[in-house]
């Protein structure tokens, strides 16, 4: 298995709103969430990573309480920035992996978070 | 510092070309090497490489690593517009992923 699914795909908000991205493994448990944050003509940087079950795991520099991560089931894993801000604006996109995922990681096909 | 090395930045040939993309790293506690290919949205994988010397094929692309030199190639043969994409290599250690900084490939007609 090997398809994650991420919602929404594109999203607009308010600055000071809270935004939540979903990402779902649809065919395989995803033990792991990795969640990254892209800026434009620029690689991905990764946000945190998630373990089912236990908490997220934040790169330095990446505040944990605006960049809420949840990861409750082997399915299911969520990101909520809070209290958006304009310079929040980005390319977010998760990569799940675990038992039953066919090559090692695999990607949802990101959101794009418009804050105005 | 953990980190990986992509080159050229960025590439624009001729179609029908053939380009080589580097990828050097130096990471603690190695486990495997990947290659995205990176259109509109999120990238697509193309290889996942854990032993040196062997040589992984997909149509006209291939890559190969070599753990002694840390680093990896990835080719792509007879270039066609389609191919024209940023190329994204990830090294797996220590428990995460580190990303170089991409290659942008430019295929003209």
């Known amino acids: 298995g090997a398809v994650v699914s991420q919602h929404p795909s594109r999203v607009i908000c308010k600055s000071g709103t809270s935004v939540k991205i979903e990402c779902r493994s649809l065919?395989?448990?995803?033990?792991?969430m990795f969640w990254y944050r892209q800026f434009p003509k620029k690689s991905l940087m990764l946000m945190a990573t998630?373990?089912?079950?236990?908490?997220?795991?934040?790169e330095q520099g990446v505040e944990k309480d605006k960049f809420l991560i949840n990861h409750a089931s082997l399915t299911l894993s969520t990101l909520t920035v809070t209290s958006a801000h304009p310079e929040d604006s980005s390319f977010y996109i998760c990569?799940?992996?675990?038992?039953?995922?066919?090559?090692?990681?695999?990607f949802g096909s990101g959101t794009r978070l418009t804050v105005v | 510092e953990d980190k990986v090395v992509q080159s050229p930045l960025s590439l624009v040939v001729h179609e029908g070309d053939t380009v080589t993309l580097n990828c050097s790293y130096e990471?603690?506690?190695?486990?495997?090497l990947l290659w995205y290919k990176q259109e509109k949205k999120a990238p697509t994988f193309l290889f996942m490489l854990?032993?040196?010397?062997i040589e992984k094929k997909s149509g006209r692309l291939s890559s190969i690593l070599d753990k002694k030199e840390l680093f990896s190639i990835l080719n792509i043969t007879a270039t066609q517009t389609g191919d024209s994409a940023i190329y994204l290599c990830?090294?797996?250690?220590?428990?995460?992923?580190?990303f170089g900084t991409g290659t942008s490939l430019t295929v003209i007609p």
């Open positions: 990569s799940g992996t675990g038992r039953g995922a066919s090559y090692g990681y695999t």
């Open positions: 065919d395989f448990q995803a033990t792991t």
């Open positions: 998630s373990n089912e079950g236990s908490k997220a795991t934040y």
């Open positions: 990471v603690t506690n190695f486990r495997s």
């Open positions: 854990t032993s040196s010397g």
């Open positions: 990830a090294v797996e250690a220590n428990g995460q992923f580190y």
